[in-house]
């Protein structure tokens, strides 16, 4: 079909759709009416006349389409006695049927397999069986009623099929939309809880510096005044820090950034932890050592942010709670994932409860196919150990 003629065609076809079955199937039952009595309405020579008997049968081929969406194997069974009746009274039958037509397209598109293929085997045999005892049946006669019945009920199985694909393009349309709904409410969720662990990270870390820098200014600003000023320093340098972070979070959060397609600043990374550990050192008068075992190699950007922020989250957590002198950190490089080990000599078994930064760095090693555990030292103390795979095992991890 070309442009123009679907052009038109399409939104005709869309109006029947939606109108009323009831409108169009009546006025379908009236033009089959006016049809079927133009043959008694002006008869050809020799046929036999119109009676009231003839067209009260014509009436009853054409009145019960109406009903031939809501009932459609009834409806063929009344237009099928209707059309015999006019055969067996010489009414006279009509040259075309008309209702047989509509009803065997009918059966075609809404009846049941055995329903629609007895009606057309009925029809067949009926007409056939009518031309023979017709008198002066003409072989194209056979012909003409055959096709015209297998043609109307070859395009209700056409329009049958047509419409069960329609229906499966759409279910399957309305099904990936409601996945990509899911995916997409997922993605949502997955980037907000990534939100969260990184702001809870930032401000964990950064206040608990300030908190220890603020506890320390006092007690040495009258007998060493060098010193509290290094830490006001240190609490003014971790504010700035925190401050910037949190714009980089939060500036993924604006449409119109996003849409501008601004580009996001670089996240954390591993080559970030000697920064990382100095800062701690330099801001408490914890003593962090940082060592490395095993030959380093780059891994995937998350699996970078969450080695990061679970060694902050695992000093940050013994500034807080500790009460330690000392701290160190551990990256252990093997074959298929690396390990991550951060031990103090604080308090430790008071903090194995578990809280939200805990809770966090949990998610975000189980993210990458990973694991964290945390507890008790072996000699005292506190443990973190984070597990996380390495490339090609972080797939299999994530399964």
């Not at 123009?4 to 939104?11: G, L, M, N, T, V």
């Not at 759409?170 to 099904?175: L, S």
């Not at 995937?300 to 000093?315: M, S």
Request: hydrophobic share 45%; charged share 20%.
């Amino acid at each position: 079909m070309s442009v123009a003629a679907r052009s038109w065609y399409a939104p005709v076809v869309t109006r029947l759709r939606t109108t009323n079955p009831y409108v169009v199937d009546s006025a379908l039952a009236v033009l089959v009416l006016f049809a079927a009595s133009l043959q008694w309405m002006f008869p050809d020579e020799g046929d036999d006349p119109l009676s009231l008997v003839g067209w009260l049968l014509g009436a009853a081929t054409a009145v019960p389409l109406v009903w031939r969406r809501r009932s459609p194997y009834a409806t063929a069974l009344a237009v099928s006695a209707a059309t015999t009746a006019m055969a067996y009274h010489h009414a006279p039958p009509p040259d075309v049927l008309y209702g047989g037509l509509v009803v065997l397209y009918t059966m075609a598109v809404q009846g049941l397999p055995w329903q629609r293929r007895s009606m057309l085997a009925c029809w067949l045999l009926g007409a056939v069986l009518t031309m023979q005892h017709k008198e002066h049946s003409e072989p194209f006669e056979y012909a003409f009623h055959i096709t015209g019945m297998i043609c109307a009920y070859g395009l209700g199985v056409l329009a049958r099929v047509q419409r069960a694909y329609t229906a499966a393009v759409e279910d399957r349309a309305r099904r990936l939309e409601r996945e990509r709904a899911a995916e997409t409410a997922r993605a949502i969720a997955q980037e907000r809880s990534r939100i969260a662990r990184d702001m809870h990270d930032i401000l964990a870390h950064a206040v608990s510096l300030m908190v220890v820098q603020a506890e320390a200014g006092p007690v040495v600003v009258r007998s060493d005044p060098a010193r509290a000023e290094a830490a006001f320093d240190a609490i003014a340098a971790s504010g700035r820090d925190a401050m910037a972070q949190l714009r980089r979070i939060l500036g993924v959060l604006k449409e119109d950034e996003r849409r501008a397609g601004a580009a996001r600043l670089p996240q954390p990374d591993l080559t970030g932890l000697p920064d990382l550990v100095q800062q701690v050192a330099r801001s408490t008068e914890l003593r962090v050592e940082l060592s490395v075992r095993g030959r380093p190699r780059p891994l995937p950007p998350d699996t970078e942010v969450a080695a990061y922020r679970a060694v902050q989250e695992a000093l940050t957590n013994t500034v807080k709670h500790a009460y330690a002198s000392c701290a160190q950190v551990e990256l252990d490089w093997a074959e298929d994932e690396l390990t991550l080990t951060v031990t103090d000599d604080g308090r430790g078994p008071a903090r194995t409860g578990g809280g939200h930064g805990l809770i966090g760095l949990r998610e975000r090693a189980a993210a990458c196919g990973g694991s964290a555990e945390a507890g008790p030292g072996p000699e005292g103390g506190f443990r973190v150990v984070v597990r996380l795979p390495v490339t090609a095992d972080r797939e299999a991890a994530l399964g």
